[in-house]
């Protein structure tokens, strides 16, 4: 009889001490997350958990299109090199009425501006040396006319639990000569940086996302002036990939989206109350936990004047070999209003990343271009570059465009030629075979329909 009562008792304890436990889970988590333990409990919104197999209404695949012309730009692929570029945008950084090229290259470990200069010509040079750059984004810091480098710097591509990020400026001296100023440094791996105003004082701040490994965080950077940042920590959970700033409530003040990929698959919004206040809300989260967050992009998908989110989801980096899952592809979230957001699916691709909206075929609807970094190469429909075309209804068909190069895993739109048309720039981030098809940075220039 002692003994069962001692059995019974020692259950007793077990099992209190596991409900404590995973008590106690939730409220570090909800401290991290900035959400209340009431909000962890009860998960995103009904309707954006995203069930794939539920939410398979996509993209038909139409016909291979053929109307872009690709042009190798910038230093040229050796025999032995293995390009990493990690991101390219388009800016006009000279400011002389051309389209320019800035390249995060995380092999070099360097930004470096790829000029346009005649029309057609493009010529690259280094403008910072840089541990492990993940995102540039030009734009005048401080406000003296030119156009500086906000940069996020990993410190390794890799990962790694070391403070090794930071978050640095390239300032402009208004002759394209820059120097290096480095904000805060020592932190998680920082895997991109964004410019704008959100306390409201008229100067430029940035919110910053902290992939890390094991552990990051989002936070956002004061500038008080003088090149001087005060961080304030908004959450705190390893992953973040994006950090976009935007209107999302539209109260005429900016707030921070950010991609929480690994464990999480999420997406928050941090609401900003004008001052620099904000409050978390969580709009999106994946019921599959290898969904494979890779990229965000705030767009008004639907035309109809708000912020929607743009989202690919076709990480494979932790795979062997690292190829695409057949849940990988594009979706968008609606903003409803009141921070109520609704999933749509787009479509299925294999490896799918940095995903950008534009109207590519003039006809007055937001079209989407995505490139992937982890599909099999080996197969002949393995596409590396895809448009989904829009029928003006928000249905989508997926168009083909190529399979070479290979590995492409960032995006920038821009009117490359001046045309008026929106052309591409691609580049490419080769860690895995095959090692044939390989590229750095490309421009795909519009030439009309094929």
Avoid: C
């Avoid at 016909?63 to 872009?68: A, K, M, P, S, Y």
């Avoid at 480098?149 to 591509?157: E, F, I, K, P, R």
Wanted: no cysteine; aromatic share 8%; hydrophobic share 40%.
């Amino acid at each position: 009889m002692t003994d069962s009562r001692s059995d019974i008792t020692r259950i007793f304890v077990l099992v209190a001490v596991t409900v404590v436990v995973v008590v106690a889970v939730f409220f570090i988590q909800a401290r991290r997350s900035g959400l209340t333990v009431r909000e962890m409990f009860s998960g995103p919104p009904p309707s954006v958990t995203a069930t794939i197999e539920a939410n398979r209404a996509s993209a038909r695949v139409g016909e291979r299109i053929d109307f872009l012309t690709p042009q190798p730009v910038g230093a040229a692929v050796g025999p032995d090199d293995r390009p990493m570029v990690a991101q390219v945008s388009i800016a006009d950084l000279d400011r002389d009425g051309l389209s320019d090229i800035l390249v995060a290259d995380a092999a070099a470990n360097r930004i470096t501006w790829i000029r346009q200069s005649p029309a057609g010509t493009f010529t690259e040079t280094t403008i910072g040396e840089v541990a492990g750059p993940a995102h540039a984004q030009a734009v005048d810091i401080d406000r003296d006319g030119d156009l500086d480098v906000a940069v996020a710097s990993l410190g390794v591509l890799f990962p790694n639990n070391a403070k090794i990020g930071s978050v640095i400026v390239l300032e402009n001296d208004g002759r394209q000569g820059f120097t290096t100023r480095v904000l805060v440094d020592q932190i998680a791996r920082v895997s991109d940086v964004r410019a704008g105003d959100l306390d409201g004082d008229g100067d430029i701040d940035l919110a910053v996302a902290q992939f890390g490994y094991d552990q990051g965080e989002t936070r956002w950077m004061e500038n008080l002036g003088g090149w001087k940042f005060e961080s304030h920590i908004l959450q705190s959970l390893s992953g973040p990939i994006n950090a976009e700033i935007a209107d999302v409530d539209g109260d005429q003040d900016l707030d921070i989206v950010s991609l929480v990929s690994q464990e999480w698959e999420e997406i928050y919004v941090f609401v900003n109350d004008g001052r620099g206040t904000f409050t978390p809300t969580r709009i999106f989260g994946a019921s599959n936990e290898d969904f494979g967050s890779s990229w965000i992009t705030v767009v008004d998908m639907d035309r109809d004047g708000d912020a929607d989110v743009l989202y690919s989801n076709g990480d494979a980096f932790d795979y062997a070999p690292p190829t695409g899952r057949n849940w990988n592809g594009l979706q968008w979230l609606e903003n409803r209003s009141n921070m109520n957001f609704a999933y749509h699916r787009i479509g299925d691709f294999s490896g799918a990343s940095s995903p950008q909206a534009a109207d590519m075929d003039g006809d007055g609807d937001i079209d989407v271009v995505v490139v992937s970094a982890y599909n099999n190469w080996e197969r002949p429909d393995a596409w590396s570059l895809a448009l989904f075309e829009n029928d003006g209804q928000m249905g989508f068909t997926q168009r083909p465009v190529t399979g070479t190069p290979t590995h492409l895993i960032t995006l920038a739109i821009g009117d490359l030629d001046a045309d008026g048309r929106p052309d591409l720039v691609t580049g490419g981030m080769h860690m895995s075979y095959p090692f044939d098809r390989m590229s750095r940075v490309t421009t795909w220039t519009q030439r009309g329909r094929r």
